[in-house]
């Protein structure tokens, strides 16, 4: 995904691209890394004194975590409560799922995992009726609604990071 995408179609392409993944650890993952990208190019849009050589997003070899990147987006004012609530749900949905620490094995279907989906969404006051458009215009109707919900977070959540991120760099390009 570039930069510049920045439509719900763009970045709704690229979460249900891993769709295929069966692995629910790797969608959880994979889709928390899409959002950290985000994050991180939404703040790299305040450091203009940014090189890759000291980059302060990394301690050592160890890129700060989606809560971390999103209180400094929100202490900067460059995302609003809504996006660092989501952030924070989707932080722990994360860590739930790449520390196993729901049990053996990893379920977003089950009643934490599930809850904290729905979290993200009441975080950003997602609109019902877009999930149904989301729903009908990728074609999940085989996948399980767990994992439709969850798309459709990484989606919302991504297109208004993105929105934010684009905005502030139209901003400095008229200054």
Sequence with gaps: MTSSSNTPDDIGKYVVGFSGARDQVSVVVHG?????????????TQMPNYSKKSDPLYIGEERLSIAVMCKWAYALGLVDKQIYNACKWLSKLRNSAAHLKSGPVFDYTTADESNWIENILNSLQADENKFAEFEGHYGLNNVPVSRQRFDFALTELGYRINSHKLSIEEAKSTR
């Design 32 to 44: 928390s890394m899409i959002i950290e990208k985000m994050l991180a190019d939404l703040l790299y």
